[in-house]
């Protein structure tokens, strides 16, 4: 905590000096830790309280803990709303899409000497990609495979500085590589220097051959560092310069040294990383720090050790490659097994995205570093359906304010106060985390603070209980604390035990909810039994609680419960088969776009459009499962409704049917149209030949170009009210697809992208730095001699300008794959299943029968399958009467749906294990369990069931009926799951614990009869 502390007061001041931030951190962390304590030991002195001294001080530290980073950031000039880091739905963000550079791809191969598994590799980079930029799991950022070979990522509510670290992490290859400079010393390395020397000085002139095998390559030093020659090393002329252009074609001077390269079979590299950290060296440089695996460390071993010091003065030196260039160059003093740290001009931030990189692993094929678009995304929810769900979320936690506050009265009004410091505790540790809100992850935090209401109706109905025994106002306090406690405890470790192996095993999304959950669950406890506990006593030891009445809605209850099971059992068995059926019947109807993956296409409007003018018109040509994105570039507005340019998700995979469909029902918007005109299809010249002059060496020819002698035709694009520019993909899409239309295109052009080539030579994109999207007006087109004849080039541009004439302007037009991958599907499930051995493992050991954990389980089951039933059943209603009287939609199941179900499981949890635990209390140590035991407990807890379950109910039904489309699907998951879960508490885990106690007793008496 207190290191999160100092990397967000570095983020807040850069430009401080390092002495100044260090000693800022310094008495930050100081006063957080010790000023509370202080200031806790003054209040107790005051009031007269000193022995609760050490309390004070414990609530302020967390409190101080929490708020200060806040107020840090507030203090350095931001506002408090952006303090909060919200996600696409509530303030959109930066979507990024990446193409693989094939050039480089094919250079990889050429080296490895085999073709590389594009699609498989992909996927893997997928998961590297999200590791990079998400490497705690608490950001709701989108990583997919978009096509052949790109990869989409939308980071929310991203700022230009905050984008551009991300586009580093996200095309920065990763590979790390450990070899050794050359040295004339050793004699192995002596033909490859004198081979080396004769080399060129270019930067692709590099390899020495020995043997048949590159055994040495001339290595770029990496910019702003260097390999100088040092005191004893031995490096002396295997250095040298070379002269090349920069991206703004100015001539610079680049630094390469000679490193011998290990046998393949040997060689160190960064896939034998365990784990890759900040350090710090003795010198006070930030440093990455690495560990290796066992077979790294021996090989790691192997090479220092084989290239240890010859003697006191004279030392190797090791090379540090990251990414293809030297990074660091130290001198071996002894050899290195394990573990060790790369040094370099390097800041934290820089620091930190090494590191961040390395753990992710290295991408299996290299991506172009600019990528193919840049769009900042506005809101995925609309101003008017994020005030619907705002202002819902905040009557719901004023209705349960009030409940509380006229319920319980006195104890009503502390646990209003319980409540407030929950809240703080949560919005500022998920600040502090930096954790990401989206409006479904607003609407379960309310839901998690009417869950914490539980604790403390569990600690009141306590309190009632004693006062009703006679009991005063302080034993009656004490008591209730300390019986509320197991059951408080019980429950909400098994929900932490939940959280913890989501987190750790979990998909990104889950991960963020598991975050949020943990936070939840530990603030609400501590609000609960410490700071209420607190309160309470206070107000006690100043006389000032003389008495505590509280309303009731329930007296002395004697109901059967277990009487009712076999008619329960008919009613779960109706509501589980007929709702599964229907899920089943549904088959991918069920399932959102993040399951499901489909097709991306962007359009534009001559004028600015707001989404509410079109929408209608798309759900009515595909359905309402589509998604629907504004884009806009820097210097657009991001705050207005209407935008000229959109993006379109629809689960069709049919690209051709999709750009039909848009271009069919939004013909009476005037899309815009970009027109194409081809100049005349002229020869390229041939590659003059070397020129002989007399007796002089003959003057070398120049390299002759790939297209020397082939075809070329410049494409101009023109559109009447608005830019003409359009990016080289589109072009490239546009061509191909009009050269597969050729007769026999199969067989005579397998690859269409591999005939010509395309360069701007009009547009923003003459200019555009490194890393920015290119777009132009003029672009040069140059065929291969060997590749399309005239005639078919010519038929290709028409067949182009024909389409674009009458087609709108549709810009990626692909595919894209679900967020949500089988391999994240299998993960999430793992992860389910683990967390329920977990809960049964841990019931086992606090309630001494596995009985009670099984029960547990098939309480939770019973409440999943319930819910995702009703999901099926309300959208095959949806367009019925009775589907729209209650307000039904055509549910799709979404990533948000999942928190809901996450949140179901722990909500069930929670209600199932207070009551085993008035169970445990009333069974005693009687080793039976009967029929009214379980009644007792019922009808004991049913107060507090019902109370829980009301103010639950109250925040979901509102959410439900007021929150807007934004979370309505979500608040329907919850509504269900707060019913059903308070119903199987009751009607299925108590009667599922008495059976298979009485089973399991029976068991033995069985066998010995047998015998």
């Known amino acids: 905590m207190l290191w999160l502390l100092a990397q967000q007061v570095e983020q807040a001041a850069p430009a401080q000096p390092q002495a100044a931030s260090g000693w800022l951190i310094f008495w930050l962390i100081l006063g957080v830790i010790f000023l509370p304590y202080i200031v806790g030991s003054a209040l107790a002195h005051v009031l007269k309280l000193k022995q609760f001294s050490n309390r004070f001080g414990t609530i302020l530290f967390a409190l101080a803990a929490t708020l200060i980073p806040v107020a840090y950031q507030l203090g350095s000039g931001k506002e408090f709303k952006d303090c909060f880091r919200l996600g696409i739905d509530l303030k959109g963000g930066t979507n990024l899409v990446y193409q693989v550079d094939r050039a480089e791809l094919a250079k990889m191969e050429a080296a490895d000497g085999e073709s590389k598994d594009l699609d498989g590799s992909l996927n893997n980079m997928v998961g590297a990609i999200v590791r990079r930029v998400n490497p705690s799991g608490t950001e709701e950022v989108t990583v997919r495979r978009v096509g052949v070979d790109r990869i989409e990522v939308i980071i929310p509510g991203a700022d230009q500085a905050y984008t551009e670290e991300m586009k580093a992490r996200i095309t920065k290859l990763g590979t ?11 004699p192995e390395h002596r033909e490859l220097i004198g081979t080396a020397s004769e080399l060129p000085k270019t930067l692709t002139d590099t390899d020495v051959v020995a043997n048949g095998v590159v055994a040495a390559r001339w290595v770029t030093v990496a910019d702003g560092e260097s390999v100088g020659p040092g005191g004893g090393e031995l490096l002396q002329g295997l250095l040298r310069e070379v002269t090349t252009k920069n991206s703004d074609n100015e001539d610079v001077t680049v630094q390469q040294a000679l490193v011998v390269l290990t046998p393949k079979s040997d060689e160190v590299t960064g896939k034998f990383l365990t784990r890759a950290s900040e350090q710090m060296d003795p010198t006070g440089q930030m440093v990455v720090g690495f560990r290796f695996d066992t077979t790294g460390a021996a090989r790691f071993g192997r090479l220092t050790e084989k290239y240890r010091p010859t003697d006191a003065e004279q030392r190797y030196r090791l090379a540090v490659l990251l990414d293809g260039k030297i990074q660091t160059a130290p001198a071996l003093n002894e050899p290195i097994y394990g573990q060790g740290q790369i040094s370099g001009n390097f800041t934290r931030a820089e620091v930190r995205q090494l590191v961040d990189v390395l753990n992710a692993g290295a991408l299996d094929v290299p991506l172009n570093t600019t990528p193919i678009s840049e769009f900042t995304i506005s809101p995925l929810l609309g101003a008017d359906v994020q005030q619907k769900g705002v202002t819902a979320i905040t009557i719901s936690a004023v209705m349960v304010v009030a409940f509380m506050a006229v319920y319980y009265l006195k104890a009503g009004m502390i646990a209003v ?42 600690i009141f109905e306590r309190i009632r209980e004693e006062l009703a025994r006679g009991a005063s106002v302080r034993m009656a306090v004490h008591n209730g604390f300390d019986k509320a406690f197991s059951a408080i405890v019980d429950s909400n470790i098994t929900t932490l035990i939940v959280a913890i192996v989501l987190f750790m095993i979990g998909t990104d999304q889950v991960k963020g909810f598991a975050v949020t959950l943990f936070i939840g669950i530990v603030m609400s406890m501590f609000s609960a039994l410490y700071f209420g506990r607190t309160v309470f006593e206070v107000l006690d ?234 777009t ?168 507090r069931t019902l109370l829980t379950s009301l103010t639950t109910f109250i925040v979901v039904a509102i959410l439900y009926g007021f929150g807007g489309e934004g979370i309505h699907g979500f608040a329907f998951c919850l509504l269900v799951g707060v019913v059903i879960g308070t119903y199987s508490s009751i009607f299925v885990a108590s009667p599922v614990l008495l059976w298979l106690m009485n089973r399991a007793d029976r068991l033995p008496a069985t066998a010995s009869t047998q015998r």
Request: glycine share 8%; with cysteine.
């Open 776 to 943: 132009f007006s003029k672009v040069l087109l140059e065929a291969r001699p060997d590749g399309l004849p005239q005639a078919d080039l010519e038929a290709v541009l028409t067949a182009v300008e024909q389409k674009m004439d009458r087609t709108p302007l549709f810009e990626e037009v692909t595919t894209f794959s679900k967020s949500v991958g089988g391999e994240m599907q299998q993960q999430a499930f793992l992860a389910m299943t683990l967390s329920l051995a977990a809960i049964i493992i841990y019931i086992w050991l606090r309630f001494q029968r596995v009985t009670f954990g099984f029960a547990a389980v098939v309480a939770l089951v019973h409440d999943v399958a319930v819910v995702l039933g009703s999901v099926a059943l309300a959208s095959s209603i949806s367009g019925s009467g009775i589907g729209s009287l209650l307000a039904f939609n055509d549910f799709k199941i979404n990533l948000p749906m999942i928190a809901a179900f996450l949140t179901i499981v722990g909500y069930s949890l929670n209600d199932t294990i207070v009551i085993f635990d008035r169970i445990r209390e009333v069974r005693g140590k009687n080793p039976a369990l009967t029929t009214d035991m379980i009644n007792t407990s019922l009808n004991q807890t049913l107060s």
């Open 176 to 186: 790390l590589e450990f070899q050794i400079l050359a040295a004339k010393e050793n």
């Open 541 to 774: 030891q100043k006389r000032i609680l003389k008495n505590l009445s509280m309303l009731s809605i329930v007296n002395s209850p004697n109901i059967d419960f277990v009487g009712k099971q076999k008619l329960a059992l008919t009613f779960s068995g109706v509501l589980i088969l007929g709702g599964l059926a229907t899920f089943f019947a549904r088959g991918n109807d069920n399932l959102d776009i993040d399951f499901r993956g489909g097709t991306m296409v962007t359009f534009e409007f001559e004028q600015p459009q707001s989404q509410s003018d079109f929408r209608s018109l798309l759900e009515d040509k595909f359905d309402s499962g589509i998604t629907i994105e504004r884009l806009t570039t820097e210097g657009e507005s991001q705050q207005a409704e209407a935008g000229v340019r959109w993006r379109l998700r629809t689960v069709n995979d049919n690209t051709r049917e999709v750009q039909a469909g848009i271009a069919e029902a939004l013909g009476g918007l005037k899309l815009k149209k970009v027109s194409m005109s081809a100049s005349d299809v002229t020869p390229i010249a041939e590659a003059a030949p070397a020129e002989d002059a007399g007796d002089s060496e003959a003057t070398p020819a120049k390299p002759v170009s790939a297209f020397a002698g082939g075809l070329q035709s410049t494409l101009t694009f023109e559109s009447e009210n608005s830019s003409s520019e359009i990016s080289l993909v589109t072009a490239v899409e546009n061509l191909n697809e009009a050269i597969r239309a050729l007769p026999d295109a199969a067989t005579r052009y397998p690859e269409p992208a591999a005939l010509y080539r395309l360069t701007g030579t009009a547009g923003q994109g003459v200019t555009a730095e490194e890393g920015q999207v290119q």
């Open 417 to 458: 106060l319980c409540l407030l410091v929950n809240l703080v505790l949560i919005m500022g540790t998920m600040i502090f985390v930096q954790g990401t809100f989206t409006l479904p992850g607003l609407a379960g935090l309310v839901l998690t603070i009417g869950m914490a209401v539980d604790a403390n109706v569990l």
